[in-house]
């Protein structure tokens, strides 16, 4: 048998909860622009056209409830979200098919260092460098399906040290959870850990070190991260 050249990397676990089980991640895909309102602010046309998605690394994840401001950046900016866990998977998963395959949601932010972001767009750049830095998405416990239900509809928001930054409703997005989770099985192989960042509503902004940050998605509830 073989034996690995090196230590194995370990497995991104989050936690779930109300158990002592965690959640293995695969990989992690984020859509762009799925909220109108938030297209619109970031300067693109709202209407209806294929999605598009860019990735975070498993361990960008990181439920510790603080997110250290990264470095090479002046402009870091917040971005809610709602998380979808799989289950399982496939390719080419039909439309009416696709929620049978989440194992439950989770709070969580997109965090992006915007300034270098922008950078990368001018030059016509992938956003990695922006995107997928350390520690970039917080995110809270999961909330296991058969506890919440399916969430197509709810308030999201998030407050910045008490003051309402974001607010929005699931049933805003333009691409929906399972339109989501069936286009990207046409491009992809899905699986049990992949993870789904399901974008932002309006209202991204800068934060700076000693913010808190109060995420809330309805059916979620609530979970602060601390910018250090």
Known sequence: MNKFAIPSPPVVGLPIA??????????????GRNYAAHAIEMGHDPDREPPFFFQKNP???????????????????HEMEMAVML??????IPLDQAESHIFG??????????????AQKKMGRPWEIGKAFERSA??????????????????VSLKVNGETRQEGNLNQ???????????????????AGDVIQSGTPAGVGPVERGDSMEMFVEGLGSATVRVT
């Open 18 to 31: 109300g158990s002592d089980e965690i959640f293995p991640v695969r990989r992690v895909y984020c859509i």
């Open 59 to 77: 361990n960008n994840l990181d439920p510790s409830g603080e997110f250290p401001y990264p470095p090479h950046s002046s402009d870091v900016h």
């Open 87 to 92: 289950k399982s998977g496939g390719t080419n």
């Open 138 to 155: 917080p995110v809270g416990p999961i909330h296991r399906l058969s506890e919440t239900g399916l969430l197509n509809e709810g308030a």
């Open 105 to 118: 949601y989770a709070l969580s932010l997109d965090m992006t260092r915007r300034d270098l972001q922008g």
């Open 173 to 191: 997005m333009i691409w929906k959870v399972p339109e989501m989770i069936s286009y990207l099985s046409e491009y992809f192989e899905l699986a």
